[in-house]
């Protein structure tokens, strides 16, 4: 079932916006959080959005590619329409409690929050995302599944269900700003900032989350999820029984 709801109501006013940027989150899921807020400010020919980067605790975060973003500590931000959130290894290490009670913190006064590639995953570390659909990045809607049980995690691109809007990697992280351009500031906006960057979004719920991806349920057993993973791989040399028990006990 695709969930149709928008994340805030149409209008044109300025968005206060906070960017959320964690260590070792990759440079093209970055770029899909801010870009489409610049062009959009461009294409329009007036500010839809203005925004500030944020990092957990002021510290630069460092991305994969070496990029460094500078930004104050999560903490000190007081209100925000809406929050988007970066993040892409090491998560459980970036759940600190001081990060969560922030997320919970602003999820509180009612902030809208967009969250791309690992960036879900701190979502519902928070407790946040129960009782919500969501996704995040391919590799992990398994692990992601089996972990938080009370989530409707559906193997989409990218899912709206507000509050919150999650994506999973750059290209959906792209889908997912665009839908939000769209049902805020028109679909006619949405298509010009598409044409600056030369791409053809893909709309919701129209394509599964992984490269290529044929829908299929969510695997909740862990074991079950990587040994059909490994298959998965090896389909041109497959692997035998005992061969995949063995790299499973590793």
């Not at 960057?197 to 992984?210: S, T």
Request: hydrophobic letters at 45%; proline letters at 7%; charged letters at 20%.
């Amino acid at each position: 079932m695709i969930n149709v709801k928008n994340l805030f109501p149409s209008g044109d006013t300025l968005l206060k916006t906070a960017v959320l940027v964690l260590d070792r989150c990759n440079t093209l899921s970055f770029a899909s959080a801010v870009d489409p807020l610049r062009a959009a400010n461009r294409r329009a020919g007036r500010a839809l959005f203005n925004w500030s980067f944020f990092t957990p605790d002021g510290n630069p975060a460092m991305l994969t590619s070496g990029l460094q973003i500078e930004g104050a500590a999560i903490a000190t931000l007081d209100v925000c329409d809406l929050l988007i959130i970066v993040a892409g290894f090491d998560l459980e290490a970036h759940a600190t409690p001081r990060l969560l009670a922030s997320l919970r913190r602003l999820y509180a006064k009612g902030t809208a929050v967009a969250a791309i590639d690992g960036a879900p995953w701190l979502l519902a570390r928070a407790g946040l995302l129960d009782g919500h659909a969501a996704t995040t990045h391919w590799e992990d809607l398994e692990d992601f599944a089996t972990r938080f049980p009370n989530v409707d995690t559906r193997r989409d691109r990218f899912v709206i269900d507000p509050p919150f809007a999650t994506s999973g990697g750059a290209a959906p992280g792209l889908d997912m700003m665009l839908h939000l351009i769209g049902t805020r500031f028109g679909a006619s906006l949405a298509a010009r900032v598409a044409s600056a960057f030369v791409y053809d979004p893909v709309p919701l719920g129209q394509q599964g989350a992984g490269p290529g991806a044929a829908p299929r349920p969510i695997r909740r057993n862990p074991l079950i999820a990587k040994a059909l993973d490994l298959m998965e791989r090896h389909i041109d040399e497959p692997l035998s029984i005992p061969e995949i028990a063995q790299r499973l006990t590793l």
